[in-house]
């Protein structure tokens, strides 16, 4: 049991430390809607992994034959974040005071509930945590139930932790930041998520031409 929980708590790191869109997304979500909606949107990052998780498990044998189709998987995704790149890039607006300052809106539980289902969606679509959980999944087929739970369970306990951090780490930060940096910020993380679309996309097309 102790190399199932040394091995989770290496999975967790691994995914804590990640430098990906995800990452750049929960600190804009966070500046964006304060600390109450950064925790929503965690929350539906970190409920999407837990589901990837159980039925990458589970249907093990499923999750093997959609190996077939990552190519598919890769390409809707990438074109995903494109597109989230592109609005956060160009149409995203920052609503401000009379002051210039950044209007916070008072959120409702509606409110947490759209930025929850935000987190969970940009997850999912995420190519490269679908196939992030689906390889871990099926490395360690070979384990006992008991042995997976723990694995798994420790790698999403520290990745939420991490999350957690970020979102704290950005409330501080967003007291300190003007508008037009929250506004500049934004821009970077959707020109993140298009840089990371579109390399994704062409690395997809180079292998497929490689592999043609």
């Given at each position: 049991?102790?190399?199932?929980?040394?091995?989770?708590?290496?999975?967790g790191l691994l995914l804590a430390?990640?430098?990906?869109?995800?990452?750049?997304?929960?600190?804009?979500?966070?500046?964006?809607?304060?600390l109450k909606g950064g925790f929503a949107f965690i929350a539906g990052i970190w409920i999407s992994d837990l589901?990837?998780?159980?039925?990458?498990?589970?249907?093990?044998?499923?999750?093997?034959?959609?190996?077939?189709?990552?190519?598919?998987i890769g390409t809707l995704g990438s074109i995903f974040l494109i597109s989230v790149g592109?609005?956060?890039?160009?149409?995203?607006?920052?609503?401000?005071?009379?002051?210039?300052?950044?209007?916070?809106?008072?959120?409702?539980?509606?409110d947490y509930l759209r930025i929850f289902i935000a987190g969970m969606i940009l997850n999912f679509?995420?190519?490269g945590i679908i196939i992030f959980w689906l390889t871990t999944a099926t490395a360690f087929v070979d384990h006992t139930l008991n042995q997976r739970i723990v694995i798994f369970g420790m790698a999403l306990l520290l990745a939420l932790a991490a999350d957690v951090a970020k979102v704290l780490l950005a409330d501080k930060i967003r007291k300190k930041l003007?508008?037009?940096?929250?506004?500049?910020?934004?821009?970077?993380?959707?020109l993140i998520l298009l840089v990371f679309g579109v390399a994704l996309l062409w690395g997809l097309i180079f292998y497929n031409k490689a592999n043609g």
């Open positions: 049991m102790i190399e199932a929980i040394i091995k989770g708590f290496t999975l430390i990640s430098v990906g869109p995800i990452v750049f997304t929960v600190i804009k979500q966070s500046l964006n809607s304060g589901v990837l998780v159980f039925t990458s498990n589970v249907f093990t044998e499923f999750f093997i034959a959609l190996t077939a189709y990552k190519n598919l592109i609005f956060f890039l160009f149409f995203k607006k920052i609503k401000l005071t009379a002051e210039g300052q950044q209007f916070l809106l008072q959120f409702r539980k509606r679509f995420n190519p003007t508008p037009r940096n929250i506004h500049l910020i934004n821009r970077i993380n959707g």
